[in-house]
């Protein structure tokens, strides 16, 4: 058997030492590695959201990907119901404004468009669509967060 000498062996320990610090701690993906817990939502002429109702947690981020499969423009809002009041006296004042923000999104026909939001705390959200006539139409999505 040939021996390398001392010298080896050190370099193998020093390279065993480097990996052993470059790996992940603990067991599985980190919750970066992992991304966040995704929505689809479908947005469709007659008003309507599919789905028309969902469950998050507390503190969790959500990833909507938030698709207009209508012929005519559609938004994504969430607020709690005062917010919602105040996004639908915009559009009824001819604000006309697009609502893309944190919390939402404006989505042209045939387009789809992705956000993240994260729910702060325990309660109950909407999401609406305030192009005129669609909020009172009916176009709500009830969001549960659970604590």
């Known amino acids: 058997m040939i021996s390398h000498g001392p010298r080896r062996h050190l370099s193998i320990v020093a390279l065993v030492v480097v990996l052993a610090?470059?790996?992940p701690s603990g067991g599985g993906a980190s919750p970066t590695q992992q991304g966040p817990n995704t929505i689809q939502v479908r947005m469709i002429d007659e008003l309507r959201f599919e789905p028309a109702s969902f469950t998050v947690q507390a503190g969790e981020v959500v990833r909507f990907?938030?698709?207009n499969a209508g012929?005519?423009?559609h938004e994504f809002l969430i607020g709690e119901?005062?917010?919602q009041d105040e996004f639908e006296m915009e559009m009824s004042e001819g604000d006309g404004m697009q609502h893309d923000s944190d919390a939402g999104v404006?989505?042209?026909p045939g387009q789809s468009e992705t956000f993240?939001?994260?729910?702060?705390?325990a309660g109950q959200l909407l999401a609406g669509c305030h192009e005129?006539?669609?909020y009172v139409g009916g176009m709500v999505a009830t969001i549960t967060v659970e604590g």
Do not use: L, R
């Open 81 to 83: 119901e005062a917010a």
């Open 71 to 73: 012929k005519g423009v």
């Open 106 to 108: 404006s989505v042209e």
């Open 65 to 67: 990907e938030v698709t």
């Open 116 to 121: 993240d939001y994260t729910f702060q705390e």
């Open 132 to 134: 005129p006539g669609h």
């Open 21 to 23: 610090a470059c790996a």
